[in-house]
């Protein structure tokens, strides 16, 4: 991923960065909340979503994100997705590509929070029919995990995919 002065396009304006916040802000509580239909809304329905260790798109990640919350250790806890040196820039096509830091904290009642993960994130957004921001691409790189031995997944019989990502790649 690259630093963001590498990343091409100019700020939002003002208005789209206080609606940007906004989604997010909502974005990251239905995760945290376990709303999992609520998160995956936020989401087109082709977008994909890339990490250190996997790629897997919006069809796929409900079934994944479930499983991974049912699993031994995970009952009762609770995780808190903050999102912090946010940017975004406006695409000639009126696309957004946001960057930020993840910080991911978990707990459970009575017990003393820790940190569960620190990440960069990079999106590309784009508005829907209806005018509200969907997730088009996101690239998470966590910290704690090896970087991926390609920074650049294949998207050969998906060239918008791959157009899109460019911001991202590293």
Request: proline letters at 8%.
């Amino acid at each position: 991923m690259p630093p963001v002065t590498e990343i091409p396009g100019r700020p939002v304006p003002e208005r789209w960065y206080a609606e940007l916040q906004g989604f997010y802000a909502g974005h990251v509580r239905h995760r945290d909340e376990g709303a999992v239909a609520d998160w995956l809304a936020a989401l087109d329905d082709d977008a994909e979503l890339t990490t250190n260790v996997f790629s897997a798109r919006r069809a796929e990640l409900g079934e994944a994100m479930r499983w991974l919350d049912e699993q031994p250790g995970q009952a009762g806890l609770r995780r808190r997705h903050l999102l912090s040196t946010f940017v975004a820039l406006r695409q000639p096509d009126d696309t957004v590509v946001t960057r930020y830091y993840a910080l991911v904290v978990a707990g459970r009642p009575g017990e003393r929070p820790a940190v569960h993960s620190t990440s960069v994130a990079c999106d590309v957004l784009a508005r829907s029919e209806t005018g509200e921001w969907r997730v088009r691409r996101r690239e998470i790189m966590r910290d704690d995990l090896p970087r991926p031995q390609s920074a650049e997944p294949d998207h050969a019989a998906d060239p918008i995919a791959a157009v899109e990502e460019k911001p991202c790649a590293s």
